[in-house]
């Protein structure tokens, strides 16, 4: 096999695990986010247009849709809930969507039949189909929620597919580059917007503080593991401690860090990905995260997200140049 032909196969391999993780935390931003709505006053204009910006895609949904969300009646941010659902759920035009994320896992999966266990594109079709099948417009709040709630069953089945089925080889490595460095990327985007651009400038909603906190840990899927590993009350400072820093929880930053380390590890020429990721796991164990609020989180924050962006390009240049 040529070396470009491995080459080839490492990026789509990385890539997948990239794909199949986007559309988890697509599927998870769109489900808290109705619930957030619903438990906050109606008089705090939230709406959905920020999770247009956590997933950066703003230039997109402005091409598409217009400044008024493709209705001319918009007058609230709250209104704008039927163009972005549907902008990031079935909207093909997205690159971004759903929908277009499993698809090119879909194809990715196809062209690596010879590298993933048989069933895996199986699994994966039927993700997509399911997805494309169930979440067409016209749809109501309850019929989206269940068919989202499948679709992450879905993900997560093939999660434990993989772990469970996939030889731990190279390949192995890269799917778990892709998954821990979107998964790393998700958790720094979630932090920022929801924190620093939604409740730290309205003082008269302080009361309401720990609702949005805890829209941030269903977002990546840790409410319960808070509870279990802070035994306090939902707080900012404690939140961050947790999502940040916290080395038993799946998505926290450090975890993220830490699991591609040791992907890393495992991998021939890795000299300068594997400098960069221990600089980084470094400087975030030395970080006082309870003193990072409002513009000093969104400067740390922001900050990480540009070492995760060089971070790919590293191993974008090292593995796979040429694919």
């Avoid at 079935?90 to 990715?108: E, F, H, K, M, Q």
């Avoid at 460095?181 to 008269?204: F, G, H, K, P, V």
């Avoid at 947790?242 to 992907?263: A, D, G, Q, V, Y």
């Amino acid at each position: 096999m040529s070396s470009r032909t491995l080459s080839t196969t490492a990026s789509r391999t990385y890539w997948l695990g990239r794909y199949l993780e986007r559309a988890g935390s697509i599927t998870r931003l769109v489900s808290v986010n109705a619930n957030l709505l619903m438990d906050l006053p109606t008089k705090l204009q939230l709406g959905w247009l920020p999770l247009v910006e956590i997933l950066a895609n703003q230039d997109t949904y402005q091409a598409l849709y217009g400044a008024s969300g493709g209705d001319a009646k918009v007058i609230s941010p709250s209104s704008y809930e039927k163009s972005v659902t549907r902008f990031l759920l079935s909207d093909t035009r997205n690159p971004g969507s759903l929908i277009s994320v499993l698809t090119y896992a879909r194809a990715n999966a196809r062209t690596l039949r010879g590298t993933l266990p048989r069933a895996a594109y199986e699994h994966i079709n039927d993700a997509h189909s399911y997805a494309k099948e169930s979440i067409q417009e016209p749809l109501s709040r309850t019929r989206r929620s269940n068919a989202l709630q499948h679709v992450v069953e879905r993900l997560q089945h093939i999660d434990g597919f993989l772990s469970a089925t996939m030889l731990h080889d190279a390949s192995w490595q890269f799917l778990r580059l892709g998954n821990f460095i979107e998964r790393a990327d998700m958790t720094t985007r979630i932090i920022d917007l929801r924190s620093s651009n939604l409740l730290s400038a309205q003082s008269a909603l302080a009361p309401f503080s720990d609702i949005q906190w805890r829209s941030i840990l269903n977002s990546l899927d840790a409410m319960q593991g808070y509870f279990i590993s802070q035994q306090n009350p939902i707080n900012q400072s404690d939140v961050l401690e947790f999502l940040l820093k916290n080395s038993e929880l799946p998505r926290s930053l450090l975890r993220c860090f830490s699991t591609i380390r040791n992907c890393l590890r495992s991998l021939p020429r890795n000299t300068e990905p594997l400098k960069l990721i221990n600089s980084m796991r470094q400087q975030l164990q030395r970080a006082r995260v309870h003193n990072l609020k409002n513009e000093k989180l969104h400067r740390y924050v922001g900050a990480r997200q540009k070492q995760l962006s060089t971070l790919h390009q590293k191993i974008t240049h090292t593995y796979f140049p040429d694919a």
